[in-house]
């Protein structure tokens, strides 16, 4: 007799590769942030090493690589905010500075890692305007397919788990001169969850 487990008539488990099961969370269907920014919202530029390691949490971009919507942001803010890939796990604010050339953006190894990006690499950036798109809630019991817009949730409290980037011998700092720093380091940045800092603290490299 055959021991092997076969699937039962009828069940879906031999669809073609790559094709939606009926009964799934659609959730690659929801529209991302990149697919839904207009022309003026979007830019790739090419990612080069910020020499800021550690001193600034802010990108370095020149305004004039720009679409007009994110330039006119930047003058008016000093800054914008923008990420990588489809969906917003990162969000790197950008400055304008002289330090990159033009068509470029530069980004720390932090940042990097951050926002799932390499050295020398194009990436097509995309203005953060605060909010996603989510499947409604009863997509998982009624099959629903309506989509609505929602605001990010925000943190109500920002744990910093801390350590020497490397071993240093009878180190010892200050704790409240500490998360002084890392408050002034983070601030005017939208933190996310994960996130990792790089901060030079004295002669320590702080992560």
């Known amino acids: 007799a055959n021991s092997g487990m076969a699937w039962r008539r009828g069940t879906q488990n031999n669809l073609p590769k790559g094709e939606i099961r009926l009964g799934h969370v659609k959730e690659y269907q929801v529209p991302?942030?990149?697919a839904l920014a207009s022309g003026?919202?979007?830019v790739v530029l090419k990612v080069v090493d910020?020499?800021?390691e550690g001193v600034s949490n802010s990108a370095s971009v020149r305004v004039a690589s720009l679409p007009e919507k994110l330039a006119a942001l930047v003058a008016r803010d000093g800054f914008v905010n923008v990420h990588a890939h489809e969906h917003p796990a990162c969000v790197i604010r950008a400055v304008e500075s002289e330090a990159v050339g033009p068509g470029e953006i530069g980004l720390s190894e932090a940042q990097?890692?951050?926002?799932r990006v390499c050295l020398d690499q194009a990436v097509e950036l995309t203005l953060y305007r605060g909010r996603h798109v989510a499947l409604d809630a009863r997509e998982a019991a009624i099959?629903?397919?309506e989509v609505e817009v929602r605001a990010d949730p925000e943190l109500e409290v920002v744990v910093y788990e801390v350590k020497a980037r490397r071993p240093v011998d009878g180190a010892a700092v200050d704790g409240a001169a500490l998360?002084?720093?890392i408050g002034r380091h983070a601030f005017g940045c939208l933190v996310t969850l994960s996130e990792v800092f790089v901060l030079r603290f004295g002669d320590i490299d702080i992560v």
Do not use: D, P, Y
């Open 143 to 145: 099959g629903a397919t």
């Open 32 to 34: 991302s942030s990149r």
């Open 40 to 42: 003026e919202e979007k």
């Open 112 to 115: 990097r890692l951050n926002s």
């Open 50 to 52: 910020s020499a800021a």
């Open 179 to 181: 998360a002084a720093a």
